[in-house]
């Protein structure tokens, strides 16, 4: 098990860009798959970007692809997501989660075990 917290959220006009971090505590952290998902009000979870625990394979949601970034420190126990390109429709809470498996599919919130509290990203028009 992972305690995740992510930082980084705020308040940025279309157009701009932010980079979420995701903290994680544990010395077995490269061997987690990392995820991002996000939720918006009265909106079920849901998927963001994810990363292998070496790093070497990346996932994105269509929504995000060629404007969202996600990549990983081992070393400092940390995940990103670079967001550039905002749009009002990418306004939710984002949330980091982790897991070691993955074995209901990366895109699939219920796929893993650890969960930060959320960072809140609002994008106004």
């Known amino acids: 098990q992972v305690q995740l917290v992510e930082s980084g959220g705020g308040l940025v006009q279309a157009g701009g860009s932010l980079r979420l971090s995701c903290a994680a505590s544990?010395?077995?952290?490269?061997?987690?798959?990392m995820g991002w998902f996000r939720q918006a009000p009265g909106k079920e979870r849901e998927f963001v970007a994810a990363?292998?625990?070496?790093?070497?394979?990346?996932y994105y949601a269509d929504s995000v692809k060629g404007r969202f970034t996600i990549s990983r420190h081992n070393t400092k126990n940390t995940v990103y997501l670079q967001m550039n390109s905002l749009k009002p429709e990418d306004t939710a809470v984002y949330y980091c989660?982790?897991?070691?498996?993955?074995?209901?599919?990366?895109?699939?919130?219920?796929?893993?075990?650890?969960w930060g509290q959320g960072t809140q990203v609002t994008v106004s028009s």
């Open positions: 989660a982790a897991d070691l498996r993955v074995t209901g599919g990366i895109q699939h919130a219920v796929s893993y075990d650890d």
């Open positions: 990363i292998s625990w070496s790093g070497g394979n990346t």
């Open positions: 544990g010395r077995t952290f490269s061997t987690y798959t």
